[in-house]
């Protein structure tokens, strides 16, 4: 390790005891002066070397940073064998480096014929990163600054580009001779997310971390209690599903109608009713002006949610059709049924194209609109990549698949297996299990999974013990189990806006509305409901 | 679908309910013809999917008096046949546990 020390005889670098904890204390004084500095606080920052005897970098160092900032490339490859490299084959790499920001910086001043000394003279003779070398040439051609900017990706002298080159020449350099910038904070970021690891009931977007003290999310504001229960519904309800923008809830149910709620006063809106059997499930559009219904009478059909219009039917399955999906651009849908076949359609009714595959219990199509993920009736997980279309990774599972759901980044998928009574979660990347979670019932009917929380931090299910079941999706470990409904739990739906609140349909006709309520609140709803029998403004109050 | 998700049969050569067409047995499970049915001709199958069983009851059937259930399609509740429980004659027995599907109830398909 190179530190200087001063030879003045109060010197503390010749005390015994060098480690404080598991911390070495030179190298932590070192951090606190970085920090010092970073924070402008020169006059601290000095004093404390002279106290402590310990200095930031050697001068060294200070000179090779100032000469890479300041552009003075003969001063800083005359520095670099004197630093401590980590390897020494790097110092070749390292020179290549400057060497390659000087050339670039000539060809922004348009001094070309140097920039090309410099190509034959300086780079090519290190005979390394012979692609490089090539693109650098090709640059030559170039007429404008801009376009050299363009083309190399990179932002100029006056930009970021010293400071890039800093760091990556930070690669080749000892960290102890050279700390990374900003160090202590990288040393805090990993503190925190090993906090937000620890943190088993996460549920805010933006946690405000601090310094003193552990980040752990409260347990008792999840969403327990039952707000509202939305009746109206003849039959089992067998999916719901919450608009975009947060204000309404579409509910599909066996009655063969599907309800549109109001979610700032729970009312209904609008029942879509007309279809001749049951539909399974149904899919808000991007702008949320139209919802899609797909039928078990092997149709799927295009509603206006606020006028109770029948705008299209869509009509080319032979079974029926078991799930459907927006594309991002919000004028094509996907229609998957049991018949082995998914369409592509526009939204007049015209087909665009079908595909072959299996029998598609659930389909699933990412944010970017880049992969589709299709739970087959075989008890398969495909994955349909359209920028790699032969790339097609099927994962294998166990048992009956009854439903699948991805993560907002598409990168994991949730299913419910029906004879394991599992829930597992799949790394669609490298198609390996991540997680499973159990405790739920489930043998006979479909019941379906969601994510929760702002990072997807909870899973949630229904259950056919008439119960919801809540996991921590890192831990696995079971958070809750909330009961009320009278009858099998389908379906879970988490509304992400304003406030912490979740649905769940269930074979009893009903939909349950949870939400956080405070203790004290808690006690008043009580008293209320006990005098009368409205509980609807009290959804405000939280 | 609550109540049962669907069963689709992976087999080439299915019978389907003439109704809605929801698979109800494969031809490699068919172990005989038979001519007894209520409305007509039969087979003989030994597994059926997507039905559901009625009560038990005692018919008399041209071969016998016979303990037998009705059986009906899940998703359009037809009547698709019937469940041999007891046959009362012991050259019948072996029918005891097999379904009889009416050949006018159900449709041969070719997947």
């Known amino acids: ?542 | 679908m609550t109540k049962r998700p669907q069963v689709y049969l992976p087999d080439e050569c299915i019978y389907s309910c003439s109704t809605c067409h929801s698979h109800v047995a494969c031809h490699d499970s068919i172990i005989s013809k038979v001519s007894s049915g209520k409305h007509g001709p039969g087979y003989l199958v030994d597994e059926v999917v997507n039905v559901g069983m009625g009560e038990r009851e005692e018919r008399v059937l041209p071969s016998g008096p016979h303990i037998i259930a009705d059986i009906y399609c899940c998703v359009c509740h037809a009547t698709i046949g019937w469940k041999h429980i007891i046959a009362s004659k012991e050259e019948e027995r072996y029918k005891d546990g097999l379904w009889m599907i009416e050949q006018t109830r159900v449709v041969k398909e070719r997947l």
């Open chain 1, 1 to 542: 390790m190179q530190i200087t020390k001063h030879t003045a005889s109060n010197s503390q670098s010749s005390q015994p005891e060098s480690r404080l904890g598991n911390v070495n204390k030179d190298e932590l004084v070192r951090l606190v002066l970085q920090t010092l500095q970073d924070l402008d606080y020169h006059g601290p920052a000095m004093m404390l070397e002279k106290e402590s005897g310990v200095t930031l970098e050697s001068d060294n160092v200070t000179s090779f940073r100032q000469a890479i900032l300041t552009g003075d490339w003969t001063a800083a490859e005359a520095l670099l064998p004197t630093m401590a490299l980590s390897k020494t084959e790097d110092l070749s790499q390292a020179i290549f480096l400057i060497r390659e920001q000087r050339f670039l910086e000539l060809l922004e001043d348009r001094k070309t014929l140097n920039a090309l000394y410099s190509l034959r003279t300086e780079l090519t003779p290190l005979g390394l990163n012979v692609d490089r070398i090539h693109e650098l040439s090709s640059l030559i051609l170039c007429s404008t600054a801009e376009d050299v900017k363009a083309q190399a990706r990179w932002d100029g002298a006056g930009g970021k580009s010293r400071e890039l080159l800093l760091v990556e020449l930070q690669r080749y350099i000892l960290p102890s001779s050279m700390i990374p910038k900003e160090r202590m904070l990288t040393l805090i970021d990993q503190a925190f997310q090993w906090q937000r690891r620890g943190c088993l009931y996460h549920n805010v977007a933006e946690s405000d971390y601090s310094l003193f003290e552990d980040h752990a999310c409260d347990k008792d504001r999840f969403p327990k209690s039952t707000i509202r229960v939305l009746e109206g519904h003849a039959d089992q309800v067998w999916h719901i599903a919450f608009s975009h923008n947060g204000k309404y809830l579409a509910s599909v149910s066996k009655d063969k109608t599907c309800t549109i709620w109001d979610i700032s006063t729970f009312e209904v809106i609008q029942v879509l009713s007309g279809q001749p059997d049951s539909s399974s499930y149904c899919e808000w559009s991007p702008d949320d002006k139209r919802l899609l219904i797909c039928g078990c009478d092997h149709a799927m059909r295009l509603w206006d949610p606020m006028t109770g219009d029948l705008i299209q039917n869509f009509l080319e399955h032979e079974e029926q059709v078991t799930s459907c999906a927006w594309l991002p651009d919000g004028k094509h849908v996907l229609s998957a049924g049991c018949d082995k076949k998914i369409c592509l359609w526009n939204l007049d009714g015209t087909l665009v194209n079908t595909w072959i595959v299996e029998r598609v219990l659930d389909m699933k199509l990412s944010a970017d609109g880049r992969r589709l993920v299709i739970a087959s009736y075989e008890n398969n997980i495909s994955v349909y990549n359209f920028d790699y279309p032969n790339l097609s990774p099927k994962i294998k599972e166990s048992g009956g698949i009854t439903s699948l759901t991805l993560t907002k980044d598409s990168r994991f998928a949730l299913v419910n297996i029906k004879e394991l009574q599992e829930i597992h979660l799949w790394n669609l990347e490298d198609q390996t299990l991540k997680h499973k979670y159990a405790g739920h019932k489930q043998g006979e009917y479909v019941i379906r999974s969601t994510f929760g929380g702002p990072d997807d931090s909870f899973v949630l299910s229904g259950s056919e013990d008439n119960c919801v079941y809540v996991w921590s999706r890192e831990h696995q470990e079971l958070l809750e189990v909330l009961c009320g409904h009278t009858d099998t739990v389908n379906c879970v739906s988490w509304y992400s806006h304003t406030h912490t609140m979740f649905a769940t349909g269930s074979d009893d006709g009903t939909i349950r509305m949870q939400v956080y309520i405070s203790f004290f609140l808690n006690i008043y709803i009580y008293i209320y409901i006990y005098n009368s029998n409205y509980i609807i403004y009290l959804s405000r109050c939280y």
